[in-house]
């Protein structure tokens, strides 16, 4: 529950960076997501107060990142609308922020270890590093998809579109592990679907409405398709008029 709290801080920083404007629609949104988030997953965990504290951060710092990220991709004076090239800059320093943490956690147990420096057959190095470069590619499309998903819509929806995978493992959790879940947290489930169902909703309506605009602006910059349909305009009065002579 904490991780999707970083919703509420993409809201947040979306509003101060003018990526979104202020509308009952959108705060009801998060508000029914963030209200049933937390009724499903009530007493679903232990509280740990450090841990609490460590993710709600990094929940702050992640809506953050994905506010500006889509700042800087949806400026097109930048040229970094492709995925491609938004990964070319940022990963490079995404690298070198995590390394150190790896270096500190897992470097020594990793150094000593017998799959990567003192293996005793090559069919489990090949193995390790077949799993490696499967992760890389994995890894490599879920941050190209990520990317992708701002650059077309918002931050704000691919906080969105991870609470609907959060939702869903919990979901097949209950029918695969066993997990039981109270009415309460049912209740939970259904308001934070509803959210998720309206979030789509407004989405949809947005773009029809956009698209509706764009179509008389592509025609009146469209040298060919304005003099196209100012012939059609004018054709059809000449045959006005020719009616019109006729029956006088």
């Given at each position: 529950?904490?991780?999707?709290?970083?919703?509420?801080?993409?809201?947040?920083f979306?509003?101060?960076?003018?990526?979104?404007?202020?509308?009952?629609?959108?705060?009801?949104?998060?508000?029914?997501?963030?209200?049933?988030?937390f009724?499903?997953?009530?007493?679903?965990?232990?509280?740990?107060?450090?841990?609490?504290?460590?993710?709600?951060?990094?929940?702050?710092?992640?809506?953050?990142?994905?506010?500006?990220?889509?700042?800087?991709?949806?400026?097109?004076?930048?040229?970094?609308?492709?995925?491609?090239?938004?990964?070319?800059?940022?990963?490079?320093?995404?690298?070198?922020?995590?390394?150190?943490?790896?270096?500190?956690?897992?470097?020594?147990?990793?150094?000593?270890?017998?799959?990567?420096?003192?293996?005793?057959?090559?069919?489990?190095?090949f193995?390790?590093v077949?799993?490696?470069?499967?992760?890389?590619?994995?890894?490599?499309?879920?941050?190209?998809?990520?990317?992708?998903?701002?650059?077309?819509?918002s931050s704000?929806?691919?906080?969105?579109?991870?609470?609907?995978?959060e939702?869903?493992?919990l979901?097949?959790?209950?029918?695969?592990?066993?997990?039981?879940?109270?009415?309460?947290?049912?209740?939970?489930?259904?308001?934070?679907l509803?959210?998720?169902?309206?979030?789509?909703?407004?989405?949809?309506?947005?773009?029809?409405?956009?698209?509706?605009?764009?179509?008389?602006e592509?025609?009146?910059?469209?040298?060919?398709?304005?003099?196209?349909?100012?012939?059609?305009?004018?054709?059809?009065?000449?045959?006005?008029?020719?009616?019109t002579?006729?029956?006088?």
């Amino acid at each position: 529950m904490t991780k999707s709290s970083a919703i509420l801080f993409i809201l947040l920083f979306s509003l101060l960076f003018k990526l979104e404007e202020v509308r009952v629609a959108l705060l009801l949104v998060v508000l029914l997501i963030a209200g049933g988030l937390f009724m499903f997953t009530y007493k679903s965990a232990q509280f740990n107060a450090q841990g609490f504290m460590l993710v709600l951060c990094a929940s702050f710092l992640g809506g953050i990142r994905w506010t500006l990220t889509q700042l800087l991709m949806q400026k097109a004076e930048l040229g970094l609308q492709n995925p491609i090239d938004i990964m070319f800059h940022l990963q490079p320093l995404m690298f070198l922020g995590l390394f150190p943490l790896f270096v500190v956690f897992e470097g020594l147990p990793l150094s000593i270890s017998e799959k990567l420096f003192h293996f005793h057959e090559a069919g489990m190095l090949f193995s390790l590093v077949g799993k490696l470069f499967l992760g890389g590619i994995l890894a490599f499309g879920l941050g190209f998809s990520e990317f992708l998903l701002v650059s077309r819509t918002s931050s704000l929806t691919l906080s969105i579109a991870g609470i609907f995978k959060e939702i869903c493992i919990l979901f097949l959790a209950t029918h695969l592990l066993g997990d039981r879940l109270s009415l309460l947290n049912w209740l939970g489930f259904a308001v934070c679907l509803s959210g998720i169902s309206l979030h789509v909703l407004l989405k949809a309506m947005n773009s029809k409405g956009e698209k509706a605009l764009k179509l008389p602006e592509e025609a009146s910059s469209n040298p060919d398709l304005e003099l196209l349909l100012h012939h059609t305009e004018r054709g059809e009065e000449e045959e006005e008029d020719v009616e019109t002579t006729q029956q006088d």
